[in-house]
């Protein structure tokens, strides 16, 4: 099992940018995928962008060429850089790790006003 701690929320004007970082508990090699999700009020969780342990990625079109994740496997973390932020980039942000069964973080809120 793993522990997930994201951090990095905020509010924030349009245009501006933030990075998220969520920390692990274990080392991120061992596990298949990291990803980045987010559910907006009365909207589905939706994925945002995904890490596979190969370092292959995923984004949604909503935020590619704007978000870019990343990690640093010497901190088990993994990123999410947020440039040119739009008030529908507005939500709950939530980590995930893939391994036999998927594990959450608690979510840090993004707030991007116009």
């Known amino acids: 099992q793993v522990q997930l701690v994201e951090s990095g929320g905020g509010l924030v004007q349009a245009g501006g940018s933030l990075r998220l970082s969520c920390a692990a508990s274990r080392s991120i090699f061992s596990i298949n995928a990291m990803g980045w999700y987010r559910q907006a009020p009365g909207k589905e969780r939706e994925l945002v962008a995904v890490?596979?342990?190969?370092?292959?990625?995923n984004y949604a079109d909503s935020v590619k060429g704007r978000f870019t994740i990343s990690r640093d496997n010497s901190k088990n973390t993994v990123y999410l850089q947020m440039n040119s932020l739009k008030p529908e980039d507005t939500g709950v942000y939530y980590c995930r790790a893939t391994m036999t069964r998927y594990y959450w973080g608690q979510g840090t809120q993004v707030t991007v006003s116009s």
């Open positions: 890490m596979s342990n190969g370092g292959s990625t």
